[in-house]
């Protein structure tokens, strides 16, 4: 069975400063992995995600991510953080396919932006 | 195009009742998930339906709750008999198909509160 561990509840970051939010997976195959945000009251807007290729993922609003299997993780990663950027942050794993595109969430990482 | 459509945002229902959720999914999707986000907590998957079909409802509880996306109209949730325990967050995302090409779009979800 599929899983996402996302170890930290809590973030807090100082604005312009930079952000990781860590995201380790479970999964039997070639997962497909993606990074949602959800701001309070809003449902979930889709970051990034990554398939198969170049294992450093690009994403909105400057926002990248790092594929790594040997450490089976897929960790997010911004420069430098806007007040904006206070949200909780989701890690998901995929089997997408013929019986649906069904995601595994991990239970969210929440980030506070300190002035 | 509009966005996938959840209503009510919010409601608020007695124990013993039934609460209704709708979910009208982007234009020409046929594919609709429904999850469920506990507080505090993250996403769990809770069915999938392609138009008239349930196609897996591994994550829905066995008894009280019920899905259908009708050929006609929108995708309800009903949950009869609401006990506190179901209060959380219903979210619902649609896709045109399945596979990579098919990424899922949520709504912003409706909040129930079990009073």
């Known amino acids: 069975a599929q899983s996402v561990t996302q170890p930290d509840i809590h973030i807090t970051v100082s604005e312009g400063a930079s952000l990781e939010l860590r995201c380790n997976y479970s999964?039997?195959?070639?997962?497909?992995l993606f990074w949602y945000v959800q701001s309070p009251g809003q449902g979930l807007q889709l970051l990034l995600k990554?398939?198969?290729?170049?294992?450093l993922v690009q994403g909105i609003k400057g926002f990248e991510a790092e594929f790594k299997r040997s450490q089976s993780s897929f960790n997010l990663r911004k420069p430098s953080v806007h007040w904006s950027d206070a949200a909780e942050y989701f890690c998901?794993?995929?089997?997408?396919?013929?019986?649906?595109?069904?995601?595994?969430f991990g239970g969210g990482t929440r980030v506070l932006v300190k002035p | 195009n509009a966005g996938v459509m959840q209503n009510p945002r919010h409601l608020v229902r007695r124990r013993g009742q039934e609460a209704r959720l709708r979910c009208s999914p982007m234009?020409?999707?046929?594919?609709v998930y429904w999850y469920r986000q506990l507080p505090e907590e993250g996403l769990k998957f809770m069915v999938y339906?392609?138009?008239?079909?349930?196609?897996?409802e591994s994550g829905m509880p066995k008894e009280r709750f019920s899905a259908e996306f009708p050929k006609e109209g929108p995708s309800i949730l009903r949950i009869q008999q609401v006990v506190r325990g179901d209060s959380a967050a219903y979210f619902c995302?649609?896709?045109?198909?399945?596979?990579?090409?098919?990424?899922?779009?949520f709504g912003n979800g409706t909040r129930l509160t079990v009073t």
């Open positions: 995302a649609s896709s045109p198909g399945t596979g990579e090409n098919s990424p899922l779009h």
């Open positions: 999964y039997g195959a070639t997962p497909y």
């Open positions: 990554y398939f198969s290729g170049d294992t």
């Open positions: 998901a794993v995929g089997a997408l396919g013929a019986a649906g595109n069904k995601l595994t």
């Open positions: 234009k020409g999707h046929s594919h």
């Open positions: 339906l392609q138009k008239e079909n349930i196609i897996d």
